[in-house]
T-cell receptor
C-alpha cells in the first residue's frame, strides 16, 4: 500500500526556534519520489523540494533542510530559525505508481505550523 | 517557474446549478492534470486524473457524472460540478505536470484553488 503519514497535526513554536516536521511513507516501489509542499493561508500550494529514492543525500536550502532516510522510510523537514512567515500547512507527498501505468501523488494529512512572534 | 492558473478563485452558486472551474498551464504543456478536493483543515484528496484527449480517470468513490472533467487541450482542463449541492462546497485544487521526461520525476505545479460555496 502507498501511504504518507504526518503524525504531527499542529506545531507551535516561537520565532527563531528550530522546528522539524516529520514524514513517514510506505511504498513497494523501488523508484519513487518524495515531495514537500507549503500551503499558506491563501491556499495555493508551493513546491519546496523533490527527492528521488536513489538520492539519500541531505539537502539544505537557506533555512530549510531535509533529511531522507530510506532505512526508516522517513523524509523529515527542518526549518531553522523559524519566522512568522513560515506559518502554513506543510504537506509531504509520495509519487506512487498505479496499475494503469501512470503515477499519482499521495499526500499526507499535513502539519499546521504556527510561528509566534 | 511554471505557472498554473485556476479560475474562478471563489464562486458562490445556488443549489442545483452547475459550476465550471478552469485550470490552465500558462507556460508549459501538460498531458496530465490532477484535480484535488480539500476539506477544511484536511489533506488533499485526489478526485481524478485528467488526460488530454481521453477520458479522465476517477478515484474510487468519486462520481464521474457529478464531477465532469474535460481536458480539451494541452494547457486546459475543466472541472464541472453538476447540479451542485451544499455538500459539494469545498476547496478544489488543480495541478499540472509538464509533459515529457520521466513521468514520475515531474513535480506538480498547483493552481491557486477555487473555493466553491453552494447555498
Amino acid at each position: 500500500a502507498q501511504k504518507v503519514t504526518q503524525a504531527q497535526t499542529e506545531i507551535s513554536v516561537v520565532e527563531k526556534e528550530d522546528v522539524t516536521l516529520d514524514c513517514v511513507y510506505e511504498t513497494r516501489d523501488t523508484t519513487y519520489y518524495l515531495f514537500w509542499y507549503k500551503q499558506p493561508p491563501s491556499g495555493e500550494l508551493v513546491f519546496l523540494i523533490r527527492r528521488n529514492s536513489f538520492d539519500e543525500q541531505n539537502e539544505i536550502s537557506g533555512r530549510y533542510s531535509w533529511n531522507f532516510q530510506k532505512s526508516t522510510s522517513s523524509f523529515n523537514f527542518t526549518i531553522t530559525a523559524s519566522q512568522v512567515v513560515d506559518s502554513a500547512v506543510y504537506f509531504c507527498a509520495l509519487s506512487a505508481y498505479t496499475t494503469s501505468g501512470t503515477y499519482k501523488y499521495i499526500f499526507g494529512t499535513g502539519t499546521r505550523l504556527k510561528v509566534l512572534a | 517557474g511554471a505557472v498554473v492558473s485556476q479560475h474562478p478563485s471563489r464562486v458562490i452558486c445556488k443549489s442545483g446549478t452547475s459550476v465550471k472551474i478552469e485550470c490552465r498551464s500558462l507556460d508549459f504543456q501538460a498531458t496530465t492534470m490532477f484535480w484535488y478536493r480539500q476539506f477544511p483543515k484536511q489533506s488533499l484528496m485526489l478526485m481524478a486524473t485528467s488526460n488530454e484527449g481521453s477520458k479522465a480517470t476517477y478515484e474510487q468513490g468519486v462520481e464521474k457524472d457529478k464531477f465532469l472533467i474535460n481536458h480539451a487541450s494541452l494547457t486546459l482542463s475543466t472541472l464541472t460540478v453538476t447540479s451542485a449541492h451544499p455538500e459539494d462546497s469545498s476547496f478544489y485544487i488543480c495541478s499540472a505536470r509538464p509533459s515529457g521526461g520521466a513521468k514520475e520525476a515531474g513535480e506538480l505545479f498547483f493552481g491557486e484553488g477555487s473555493r466553491l460555496t453552494v447555498l
